[in-house]
């Protein structure tokens, strides 16, 4: 059903500054569709910082980025809203609200754009937190449950209207090895059933060789891109060895770096 | 795009045969679906001990077939029946699967309350005694900090204090201004009205002189200042609390009383007599433009006001401002550091900062004027 070749997201000529600090420049690369999408690079490189631009929470200083074909940075609050529903997103901290309940959490988007009744709703709500093992914790506030649990509930939301496009900001962050794992599982597996197209910000490259198709490397020092393609491929082949330096530190018995 | 109606049949069998559940229809946004509460009943009667799917003729879909199909799912479960998942498209399988991989959870933990046990006055009761307590907990611990700062051992930054100044003191002031400019006015047509009748409007310089430097100066300027400095010492503190930066600060082995509250209060214990003086120049000042409006000249007024100026007026002004101050610093000063952790919480600090303190101010003024009167000052 779904096209191979289509393109979901392009960026073009790229540049994200605050003021006169440029953070990222020329950055020029396509997400396409079913990909998992990962932005890579050391601490402090921009990679959230492109995460929020292509979510339009940050304006770029220069280029766009296409959603589909159709310019998301010029495109009006309005037609932007209508894209974003498309979109199931996950924050650094899970974005929950802290003042509703999970069942409340995953039923507003519910409410605001299906016109599902309130009992469909509540069926779809209990689904949506099966799918992420949180079945039965509909009553609880996001201060009652675990961190972990709290990172699933949020892809519990993000996935609500049964998003064309995932964007998840350090979806494993925080959690111990075996959860980050699980987590990553479950998106991919999850993204295989709905077939959506992922794009993550993770430096945990044991998940990052497990599930990525795709990705970019963004450098803190030349403050560009400086390769893009399948993760185990540019730790294997990149031209860069910054990069393939990057991706094989911390797995096991790559490429053992000289001695210090 | 032609849009079938969704349905469901099932066609039972006698145990031993698969029952079988017939999905049709596409089950999208836009379409009344069925419930899976009309399935139910069904389900429960059936002596079949498997149920199989039927899907030749299921079109488009969306989550709410998968809702249902849990429910159904569920449902089997429990009533020992095998469910044969098989025939639906191989994502709709793999969603069912990941959805029940995890058994659910029941929640356990307090029973449920009853109506009579909410408005339930000894519980009511005890929670305020609590609350009384820890009140005078907090502020047996500020004492106890002030006294370490005055020993030379106490952790206080004089950075942050200067801080606090600034922001309680001269980024006060526009609101100080209007505020009080404006009750030295309101006292004078309330005196003049009241005055004029005996023909003794010039009185309206002492009355007014007065009751700014008595009462009304300090306490709009108080009031203003809860809303204003007392809230955000509580916001400040609860998003600290929130970010674990207070967990921080014990850790380190500093105490959050010394090193967060002492600084707020000191900085408000000097800000406030300073910012009543100012205001209560600027409510006689409001004083003097209203009467000047009533024929009384600026320089009658100000003789009058001259004679009703008195130490005793200021002096029990300021030691109101101190005591206010005071008790602003630390209402706001507890609400923030006893904060919960969560956004609503922060929130809710914020609000029971202001509350708590006009409370205070209320009571504590009510106290001061009757010890005034009883001393005869």
Redo the contacts between chains.
């Keep these: 059903m779904t096209d191979d070749t289509a393109v979901d997201i392009e960026v073009r000529d790229l540049t994200m500054a605050f003021g006169a600090n440029v953070v990222q420049r020329d950055l020029n690369f396509d997400i396409k569709r079913g990909d998992i999408f990962v932005i890579i690079g050391g601490s402090g490189c921009g990679k959230s910082t492109l995460l929020k631009h292509m979510l339009g929470l940050i304006e770029p200083a220069r280029g766009e980025i296409l959603y589909r074909g159709e310019s998301f940075t010029r495109a009006t609050n309005a037609e932007r809203d209508v894209m974003r529903r498309r979109w199931g997103i996950t924050y650094q901290s899970g974005g929950l609200f802290g003042a509703m309940t999970l069942a409340q959490n995953i039923s507003l988007p519910l409410q605001l754009y299906t016109d599902y009744t309130a009992a469909e709703i509540r069926d779809v709500v209990d689904y949506k937190l099966s799918l992420v093992g949180l079945g039965g914790f509909e009553g609880y506030f996001p201060a009652e449950i675990s961190g972990g649990m709290e990172k699933r509930a949020a892809l519990a939301r993000a996935i609500a209207l049964d998003p064309d496009i995932l964007f998840f900001d350090e979806p494993s962050a925080g959690l111990d090895p075996i959860s980050s794992r699980l987590l990553d599982e479950l998106i991919a597996q999850l993204k295989e059933s709905i077939g959506a197209t992922v794009v993550m910000v993770s430096h945990e490259l044991a998940s990052i060789f497990e599930i990525a198709t795709n990705s970019v490397y963004l450098d803190a020092d030349s403050h560009t891109m400086l390769d893009y393609g399948d993760p185990r491929m540019l730790r294997d082949h990149s031209e860069q060895p910054i990069v393939r330096q990057f991706l094989s530190r911390s797995t096991e018995h790559q490429e053992e770096p000289a001695n210090e | 795009m032609k849009v079938d109606s969704p349905r469901f049949e099932l066609h039972d069998a006698d145990s031993g045969e698969p029952a079988i559940l017939e999905l049709s229809g596409d089950w999208v ?2 379409q009344t ?1 069925p ?2 509460a009309m399935l139910r009943p069904q389900l429960t009667d059936t002596r079949a001990t498997q149920l199989s799917l039927d899907t030749d003729n299921l079109g488009e879909w ?3 077939l ?3 199909l ?2 159904c799912r569920n449902c089997c479960d429990q009533q020992d029946i095998k469910f044969d998942a098989s025939a639906l498209p191989d ?2 399988q ?2 069912l699967h ?10 356990q933990g307090e029973p449920p309350r009853h109506w009579w046990q909410i408005g339930n006055p000894l519980a009511l009761l005890r929670k305020t005694g609590r609350n009384v307590v820890q009140s005078v907990a907090f502020f047996g611990a500020v004492c106890i900090a002030l006294g370490r700062l005055l020993g030379g051992r106490a952790n206080t930054r004089f950075v942050d204090f200067w801080h606090f100044c600034y922001q309680t003191g001269p980024n006060a002031f526009a609101i100080i201004s209007l505020t009080s400019l404006l009750v030295g006015m309101i006292l004078a047509y309330l005196g003049a009205a009241q005055l004029q009748q005996f023909g003794a409007e010039i009185y309206v310089a002492d009355l007014v002189v007065i009751g700014v430097l008595r009462e009304m100066g300090v306490l709009m300027t108080a009031v203003v200042i809860a809303g204003r400095t007392g809230a955000a010492y509580a916001a400040q503190l609860g998003t600290m609390q929130a970010n674990e930066e207070i967990d921080a600060i014990i850790t380190m082995g500093i105490s959050p009383i010394e090193f967060l509250v002492t600084p707020r209060i000191l900085a408000l214990l000097v800000m406030m007599p300073l910012l009543t003086i100012y205001a209560n120049l600027l409510g006689i000042l409001g004083g003097a433009l209203v009467s000047a409006g009533m024929g009384i000249s600026m320089l009658q007024y100000a003789g009058h006001a001259s004679d009703a100026v008195s130490l005793t007026h200021i002096g029990i002004g300021l030691t109101k401002s101190v005591v206010f101050g005071a008790l602003i610093a630390i209402a706001g000063c507890r609400a923030g550091i006893q904060s ?6 922060v929130g809710q600090a914020a609000t029971q900062a202001v509350v708590t303190s006009l409370i205070y101010l209320i009571v504590a003024d009510a106290a001061i004027n009757i010890l005034c009167q009883q001393l005869d000052i």
Excluded: C, E, K, Y
Aim: glycine content about 6%; hydrophobic content about 40%; aromatic content about 6%.
């Design positions: 946004q836009g679906l419930r899976f969306d989550s709410r998968m809702a249902f849990l429910q994502s709709a793999r969603l990941i959805a029940t991989t995890v058994p659910r959870h029941q929640r919960g952790r969560d956004s609503a919480a």
